[in-house]
């Protein structure tokens, strides 16, 4: 990282700093020499026999008991994946399929990531029927408009674990609870809080789990798909059986050793990352709130990822934030990325009930552990003179503080 703004002054106003870890993770130099080993000394088919074969086969079932051990899980309850996306399809499709003999009802909320809101659209487009539930004005659903929506015919509820626009934790251990009574299977996007947060699958209640390596310092496209024993599913890509014949393909062991080494150090450092970036996150935002005017703070003040802060400023658009702030060297994120073919604000936010103009006007902030307050001062300083260089432009602000 850092490009052009590294040199020798190791200063934040030197260097690029990296503040969208939602987004992805940079990878650390364990999980990239672990996945260098596997590439150049460990290369073996892990179906094979012979003495390259059993050595990948046993990094992929030690990596396998690495991510069942800190979800609380049996080995054989995970199976790898290209990655998020891959898994929510999986876990979506592959229990539509599986069981869309006792009913055609699926559950989900309006703020999921698109890897389960798309699966979702095309469900419905085979005829299953799809409840979105709301959430209030923190991104929360509410457990009870759940037990409200559920039929006879429902055969699966699929919400998030954490949000991964305003961080907000949904409260999955209660749904899980009230579904294990019901025999309805529970899919949870935990995507963003595996190993950023406690996930037991346990004491979640969930039957279905999603995973991703790039979000904790390891690779992209690799991920994992837990299942709890004696949940069936329909596997939708077919080949040589590996991965228990639910996912076929050659094992990209590279890849899989990366996520276990990653989980591994993600997991054993969770209680510090959590306690250092949420006083990170809550100084950043009283520095936020208390030093810019008409700036909101979006989702849940208390149920939320650690490193999460998301903010609304009035007047402005959040995608040019992110533009200016580039060119000082930060990289933040837009709530209100606009998709090339339309102009709407995040789903999430509206769903939220945020106002256009608020929705647009929001920055995505997500600290690292690797961050430091210096960096975070530095954000701060330049975020303040970036809002009221584009406030003074904005014909919005100019005609509301004319005087
Ligand atoms: N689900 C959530 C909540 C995410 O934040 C992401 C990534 O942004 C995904 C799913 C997709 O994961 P991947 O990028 O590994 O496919």
Known sequence: MNGAFTN???SAKNKYIYLDHAATTPVLAEVVSRVNECFTRFYGNASEPHLPGRDAKEILENSRTVIAEILGAKSSEITFTSGGTESNNLAIFGIAEA????????????????A???PMKVLSRKG???????????????PGDLKKALKPKTILVSIMHANNIVGTIQPIEEIGHFLKERNVIFHTDAVQTFCNTRANVDNLGVDLLS??????????????????????????IFGGGQEQGRRSGTENIPGIAGLAKASEIGFRTLDDKIRRLSEMRDYLKEKILGNIEEARFNGHP???????CNFSFKYIEGE?????????????????????????PTHTLKAMGLSNEDAFGSLRVTIGFENTYEEIDYFIEEVKKIIQDLRNISPL???IHKF
């Not at 069981?99 to 698109?114: R, V």
């Not at 299953?128 to 509410?142: A, M, R």
């Not at 798909?225 to 069936?232: A, E, P, Q």
């Open 116 to 118: 389960v809101l798309m």
């Open 302 to 308: 208390l149920s939320r990822l650690p490193g999460n």
């Open 8 to 10: 020798n002054n190791n």
């Open 320 to 344: 040019a934030i992110v533009l200016r702030m580039d060119m000082v060297g930060i990289a933040v994120s837009s709530g209100s990325a606009c998709s090339s073919s339309s102009m709407k």
């Open 128 to 142: 299953y029927k799809i409840t979105y539930l709301p959430v209030d004005s923190n991104g929360l659903v509410d």
């Open 211 to 236: 995973l991703s390596g790039h979000k904790i310092y390891g690779p992209k496209g690799v991920g994992a798909l837990y299942i709890r024993k004696g949940t069936k599913i329909m596997p939708h």
């Open 397 to 399: 602000y100019k005609n």
């Open 99 to 114: 069981y869309g003999k006792n009913g055609n009802h699926i559950i989900t909320s309006e703020i999921e990531h698109p």
